[in-house]
T-cell receptor, first 112, second 114 residues
Framework: GENVEQHPSTLSVQEGDSAVIKCTYSDSASNYFPWYKQELGKRPQLIIDIRSNVGEKKDQRIAVTLNKTAKHFSLHITETQPEDSAVYFCAATLDSWGKLQFGAGTQVVVTP | DTEVTQTPKHLVMGMTNKKSLKCEQHMGHRAMYWYKQKAKKPPELMFVYSYEKLSINESVPSRFSPECPNSSLLNLHLHALQPEDSALYLC?????????????FGQGTRLTVV
C-alpha cells in the first residue's frame, strides 16, 4: 500500500519568514495530494491540493510543488503569520476509494 | 452548505455502555468515511461507504459497527469499548469515491472511554 513520509516533525519560524514542509510517497500511481491544516482541537481543513498532472499550484501565501519522478511534494508558506501555527498533514491517494494516506504531521510554530 | 456535522462533540462512556456517533452532510456526497485520530497523530481510516454500501473496513474491531441509513447520514455504533479506544473520531465525505476528490471533515467527536 501507499506510504507517506513527512518532514520535519516540528518547524519553528519567525513571523514573516517562509516555511517548507516536505513529503515523499511510495506508490507512483498516486494521483492526488492534499494538504490539511489542523489547529488544536479542531478538524483537519484542506488548505491546498495538487493533482498528478500539475507540477505547481499557488494560492496567495501557500504553494505546493509536485515532483512525480522523485515522488515527493512540498508545501511552501511565505510571509508566515502567527495564525499559521498548527499541525500540517500531507496526504496521498491512489485508488478509486478516495482513501487518504496521511503523513505523520508537522507542528508549525510561528513566533512573533 | 459545505459542512459535515458530527454529534455529539464530546462523549464519555463506560466500557459496558452502548453509544452511537452520528454524522450528517447535505452536499450530495456519495462517499463517507470514519477516521480515528489519536493525539499528535494523523487520522487513520476506519471505514469507507460508497453509495451507502460499505466498501472498506480497515480491519477495525467488531466493537465498532458502522451504519449508513441513507446518503446523508453515517453512524458509528460503539459497544464494549476499551480505554485505548479513546480518541477523536472524524467523519468525512467526498463527492465521489474517486482518488482525486476533496474530502471534507466534520469537527469530530472526542470520545473518552472510562
Amino acid at each position: 500500500g501507499e506510504n507517506v513520509e513527512q518532514h520535519p516533525s516540528t518547524l519553528s519560524v519567525q513571523e514573516g519568514d517562509s516555511a517548507v514542509i516536505k513529503c515523499t510517497y511510495s506508490d507512483s500511481a498516486s494521483n492526488y495530494f492534499p494538504w490539511y491544516k489542523q489547529e488544536l482541537g479542531k478538524r483537519p481543513q484542506l488548505i491546498i491540493d495538487i493533482r498528478s498532472n500539475v507540477g505547481e499550484k499557488k494560492d496567495q501565501r501557500i504553494a505546493v510543488t509536485l515532483n512525480k519522478t522523485a515522488k515527493h511534494f512540498s508545501l511552501h508558506i511565505t510571509e508566515t503569520q502567527p495564525e499559521d501555527s498548527a499541525v500540517y498533514f500531507c496526504a496521498a491517494t491512489l485508488d478509486s476509494w478516495g482513501k487518504l494516506q496521511f503523513g505523520a504531521g508537522t507542528q508549525v510554530v510561528v513566533t512573533p | 452548505d459545505t459542512e459535515v456535522t458530527q454529534t455529539p462533540k464530546h462523549l464519555v462512556m463506560g466500557m459496558t455502555n452502548k453509544k452511537s456517533l452520528k454524522c450528517e452532510q447535505h452536499m450530495g456526497h456519495r462517499a463517507m468515511y470514519w477516521y480515528k485520530q489519536k493525539a499528535k497523530k494523523p487520522p487513520e481510516l476506519m471505514f469507507v461507504y460508497s453509495y451507502e454500501k460499505l466498501s472498506i473496513n480497515e480491519s477495525v474491531p467488531s466493537r465498532f459497527s458502522p451504519e449508513c441509513p441513507n446518503s446523508s447520514l453515517l453512524n458509528l455504533h460503539l459497544h464494549a469499548l476499551q480505554p485505548e479506544d479513546s480518541a477523536l473520531y472524524l467523519c468525512a465525505s467526498s463527492q465521489e469515491n474517486q482518488g482525486d476528490t476533496e474530502a471534507f471533515f466534520g469537527q469530530g467527536t472526542r470520545l473518552t472511554v472510562v
